[in-house]
């Protein structure tokens, strides 16, 4: 039976989850506050998608701003927004919200569950990870990345125990491709991708390379080993069973890196070329944050949390420089 779904954060991976469960016959909705790409898809009656930057289509798509949006009859509500901006869309939707729904989330980073339990009763909350990756290539853009089919998905009830609700919102995933996988194991399920992310979404944005490149370099696996086993040692000494191995994570990152994704920048890069925030604090800096709780220093995560903020910092000292710096410029050549 198909289900109603409103999609919260159209960007790119909203996109992606929406217009697969759109396309696998259920009813979706999509909400999002970034003024071009809504006018835009308004404008053009639906979103422009392509493969691999190939067969550009349009898909049409019922999206409307948080405040113009009422609806109380859907079964779901799926979140896809970036970590910071969570907080102020949740105020801004609470109107629509009831105590039948469920949320599915499949953010990067750990922050989003405590924000969502503030609105959803703990027994509807089913967050999971994507490893698949997607573009947002302006307003009213969307690339996905790999063929169909490509990519998986792993999730879990926050209860750890699934009911016939998930059961549904896992078939309607299978039917769009998404290779879900249930576990019932909620904050080792989650961490698996924050480590993952960790690695090579911190890696590849500040080296500005696609995982391909960094999965070339010969130290990669070395790099990727020391950020592992000290994410792995602070879940421990937080008893938090990971969902995989330390050896199952490495050949995860080698695996998404080399063969699945190798021509992808993660999103953590697209964040810092367009000078928005980063998520760094919600990944390596959970990870600092977790061993702080458990008196445990993650050194090298702090590090680069460190650095990311610095490449962030710097890049914003240039953006409002510039104008200045042309101003000098253009009075030199007057
Ligand atoms: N993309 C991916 O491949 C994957 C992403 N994720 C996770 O999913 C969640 C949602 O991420 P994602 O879908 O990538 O993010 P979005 O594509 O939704 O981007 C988020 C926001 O960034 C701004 N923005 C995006 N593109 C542009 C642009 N071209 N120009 C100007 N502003 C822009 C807009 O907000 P504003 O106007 O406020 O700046 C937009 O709402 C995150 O937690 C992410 O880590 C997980 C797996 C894979
Ligand atoms: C790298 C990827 C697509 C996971 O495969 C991801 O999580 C991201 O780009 O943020």
């Not at 969570?86 to 989003?112: E, I, P, W």
């Not at 999730?155 to 039917?175: G, S």
């Not at 069973?241 to 998404?256: A, F, G, H, K």
Request: charge should be negative.
């Amino acid at each position: 039976m198909n289900m109603k779904f409103t999609v919260v954060g159209a960007g790119a991976m909203g996109l992606r989850y929406g217009v697969l469960l759109q396309a696998a016959g259920n009813d979706v909705d999509f909400v999002d506050a970034w003024e071009p790409h809504v006018t835009a898809m308004r404008a053009n009656g639906g979103v422009y998608v392509t493969r691999d930057h190939e067969d550009r289509h349009l898909v049409p798509v019922n999206v409307y701003y948080p405040e113009e949006y009422h609806k109380q009859d859907r079964d779901v509500l799926i979140f896809f927004l970036k970590q910071m901006q969570l907080s102020d869309m949740l105020k801004r939707c609470a109107h629509f919200f009831n105590d039948q729904q469920y949320v599915l989330t499949c953010m990067n980073g750990m922050g989003h569950v405590d924000k969502l339990l503030q609105y959803f009763k703990p027994q509807h909350v089913i967050a999971g990870t994507a490893l698949v990756a997607t573009i947002l290539d302006g307003p009213g853009e969307v690339d996905f990345v790999g063929k169909v089919g490509a990519g998986t998905m792993n999730l879990a009830n926050y209860t750890e125990k699934p009911d016939d609700m998930t059961q549904r919102v896992v078939a309607e995933l299978t039917k769009g491709h998404f290779n879900p996988t249930l576990t019932t194991n909620f904050m080792g399920t989650l961490m698996a991708k924050v480590v993952f992310n960790s690695v090579v979404n911190t890696l590849c944005t500040l080296f500005e390379i696609t995982m391909g490149e960094f999965a070339d370099y010969k130290g990669a696996d070395d790099l990727a080993r020391q950020l592992v086993d000290e994410a792995y040692d602070v879940a421990e000494r937080m008893n938090v069973t990971m969902l995989n191995t330390r050896q199952e994570e490495m050949d995860s990152i080698n695996y998404v890196s080399k063969v699945a994704n190798p021509l992808h920048y993660p999103s953590m890069y697209q964040d810092m070329t367009h000078n928005r925030p980063t998520e760094v604090d919600y990944i390596n800096g959970y990870i600092v944050k977790m061993g702080q709780a458990c008196h445990y220093e993650a050194k090298t995560h702090a590090f680069l949390t460190h650095l990311v903020h610095l490449a962030e910092h710097t890049r914003q000292q240039n953006v409002t420089q510039s104008p200045a710096v042309d101003t000098v410029e253009q009075q030199e050549l007057a």
